[in-house]
């Protein structure tokens, strides 16, 4: 290897969606190797055959790229490094550090109760049985069961673990697949990884990859040779980093099945990616200043390892939402527009693609961009102007309409004020009137546009309805307008 620069790694396995706590991992790793002139590898675990999927491949790359986490090398497939492994297998074997094991967990599971163990875990029955590798048959290694492990974590501090509480785990299983400690040491090795940065569930296997990382390393194993990587050097034991578990509002880890985890859908709703990645920074971690609004450049500039807290932290969705509405009122008008072309047009859009005007929206969008904290938002912002019709939900019109008849006395005085403005139709002169049609019936302004709202717009709340109306145009909101006093008059009748 050259140089001193870190090299990280981001290891996802392709089994479901983007989970927003490995792509928390994610930033954090690319965070140490920006900082640093480092380098993140990418690597893809893809060796369960019967829990992954190609299209979760295309989805772990999709996502990094719309976070804007490019790795700068991979990625490597673990499918793609068969021989590697069966090379170290053998090494391991060859020195007496595998054994073969022909347990079933029900076995297992037997003795340990008849012998009234209550923690599940191996008996080392087949230890120094010698049996030869064949099919059928596991290969277990051998733990120096006198020995404590300790990890030294950046995040944790030094975590001991008792070396006679370190079962003889499986490496390999009988198919003869490796499994995820052997194959990720390996990979580590092979690519010169100096960081291991990732979740903290994973701490408990850590001991375990440091006996293989140390038996390897024994028996002269070096690296094989990536992009960034000499072959035949000689690595050292990476520096350990376990990232905070992220909790719900229960305080419960956060469950596929429960909560809302999926980076895919986060992206679909409308998030930002900037804002994305600057919430999943404050995940665990804290800038010195105490600000929470920061650019990548600041992140960058300001992370560090050694200050990420070791405790649960909370993924809020409202704190995130609204850290979102604060980047979407920064953004420019023009970038706004750009950013929400996905939601005006083509499937996503709530209207025929040939009803949309563009130039109508760009009028609007100043309006709209101070009122939405994700863009999926911003549809139902804007519908009415795209529609021949609103849909107006029938429980908030009988709602409107249920205590007397002020709203509809409302609603027909300003149908004949507006149409007396129609060449004057601009945002002030329909503020104007409403107000002091609103003074004539006792109610004020606010209350008194509400009903108009409803009939124009099909909607309690949305942009500025003056400037709404201005651009929907006196034709359309005249005849919205007699539509709603005719529906009142038909449902009295």
């Known amino acids: 290897m050259a140089g001193d620069a870190p090299r990280v790694r981001f290891a996802p396995s392709p089994t479901g969606y983007f989970h927003v706590g490995s792509a928390r991992a994610a930033l954090f790793n690319w965070l140490v190797a920006r900082q640093s002139g480092g380098t993140l590898v990418l690597r893809i675990e ?10 979760w491949v295309d989805g772990i790359v999709s996502a990094l790229a719309w976070l804007g986490l490019e790795p700068d090398e991979g990625p490597y497939r673990q499918s793609t490094r068969g021989g590697r492994y069966r090379q170290a297998t053998d090494a391991l074997w060859e020195s007496g550090h595998l054994y073969a094991c022909g347990c079933t967990r029900g076995e297992i599971d037997a003795r340990n109760r008849a012998a009234g163990i209550q923690t599940p875990g191996y008996d ?25 492990v300790v990890v030294d974590d950046v995040v944790r501090g030094r975590v001991e673990f008792p070396g006679d509480a370190i079962d003889d785990f499986v490496a390999v299983k009988s198919s003869g697949a490796p499994l995820f400690v052997l194959a990720n040491v390996v990979d580590d090795i092979d690519m010169g990884i100096t ?4 979740g903290e569930d994973l701490l408990p296997t850590t001991p375990k990859g440091i006996l293989v990382w140390k038996a390897l390393v024994s028996l002269g194993w070096r690296t094989e040779g990536t992009v960034g990587v000499e072959a035949g050097s000689t690595p050292g034991l990476p520096v350990f980093a376990h990232l905070p578990l992220l909790v719900n509002k229960a305080r419960k880890k956060l469950s596929k099945r429960r909560d809302p985890v999926a980076v895919e859908s986060y992206r679909h709703d409308g998030y930002l990616p900037d804002a994305f990645v600057n919430y999943l920074a404050l995940l665990g971690w804290a800038p010195p200043g105490g600000e929470e609004h920061l650019s990548r450049e600041q992140l960058v500039e300001q992370f560090r390892l050694g200050s990420v807290n070791h405790s649960p932290a909370f993924f809020d969705v409202a704190k995130l939402t609204h850290l979102n509405g604060e980047y979407i009122r920064a953004m420019t008008i023009d970038g706004f527009i750009d950013a929400c072309q996905p939601w005006l047009t083509g499937d996503r859009a709530p209207w025929p693609t040939e009803s949309f005007d563009p130039d109508v929206f760009d009028r609007m969008a100043p309006l709209v961009k101070e009122r939405v904290a994700v863009l999926s938002e911003v549809p139902a912002m804007i519908d009415f102007l795209f529609v021949d019709a609103p849909t107006i939900d029938e429980e908030e019109w009988n709602t409107a309409n249920s205590s007397d008849d002020t709203a509809m006395v409302i609603l027909t005085r300003t149908a004949t004020v507006y149409r007396s ?57 005249l005849r919205r307008l007699e539509f709603a006093i005719e529906r009142h008059r038909t449902a009295r009748a």
């Not at 029955?125 to 404590?148: I, K, S, V, W």
């Not at 403005?421 to 409403?434: E, P, V």
């Open 195 to 198: 960081h291991v940065i990732r």
């Open 46 to 55: 893809d060796t369960d055959g019967e829990r992954g999927r190609e299209e």
């Open 124 to 148: 080392g029955y087949c230890r120094d049985l010698g049996l030869p590798r064949g099919e059928g048959r596991a290969l277990r290694f051998r733990t120096p069961h006198q020995n404590q």
């Open 421 to 477: 403005l129609i060449q004057n139709w601009d945002s002030g002169a329909l503020h104007a009137a409403t107000k002091a049609i609103g003074e004539e019936v006792g109610w004020k302004l606010g209350k008194a546009q509400a009903p108009i709202r409803l009939a124009v717009t099909g909607r309690k709340v949305g942009p500025p309805l003056f400037e709404s109306l201005e651009v929907l145009g006196p034709e359309r909101t």
